[in-house]
C-alpha cells in the first residue's frame, strides 16, 4: 500500500505539472491560469451544490428509517471530488468533475463496488474497526445478576 500511495503523490504531481507547463506553451500562460481558476470556481460551487443533496438524501432516508449507503457513497464521492478540485491540475480537475457529476460519479461508485465485492467474495468476510487511539478500561465479566457489569440507565415507568 505505501509503495502506491508514494507513486501517487509523486507521480501525479509531476504529470500535474509537465500537462500545465504544455498548456501554458499550446494557449498561453493567462488563458492556462484562468482555465485554472475557473475550474476551481466551478468546482466549488458544484461541490457545494451535490454536497447539501447528498447530505439532504442521507437525513431523509434516516429518517424513513433506511441505511442511507449510497447516499454516504455520494457524500463520500463528493469530499474527493471537492478535494481534487482544490489542488491546481487538470487531471485531478477531471477526475474531481467525474465525481460531482451524477452520471459520472454512479459509474465510477459502482466499478469500486465491483472491485471491493469482488474482495469481499474472495476472502469471504468484512471487517471494520473503529479505534480511539487509547484503551478505556472496561469490565466486561458479567456481574451477579447475569448481565453485563457497566452503568445501567433506568426508565420511566419500569420499577
Known sequence: ????LLLLFTL??????????QTGRW?????????????????AGLASREGLRAWH???????????PGRS???????????ALLLTPGLMTDAFGFALLLRPTRRWLQNR????IGGVVME??????SASTGRREAT????SQSGRPAGREIDQPGSD
Open 12 to 21: 501525479v504531481p509531476i504529470a500535474e505539472l509537465a500537462l500545465l507547463i
Open 112 to 115: 469500486v463496488i465491483k472491485r
Open 72 to 82: 454516504l457513497l455520494d457524500g463520500l464521492s463528493v469530499f474527493v471530488g471537492g
Open 123 to 128: 476472502r469471504g468476510r468484512v471487517e471494520f
Open 57 to 67: 438524501s442521507v437525513q431523509r432516508e434516516l429518517w424513513e428509517g433506511r441505511m
Open 1 to 4: 500500500m505505501f509503495p502506491r
Open 139 to 142: 469490565d466486561r465479566s458479567p
Open 27 to 43: 494557449i498561453g500562460l493567462w488563458p492556462t491560469l484562468a482555465l485554472v481558476v475557473s475550474t476551481g470556481i466551478i468546482g
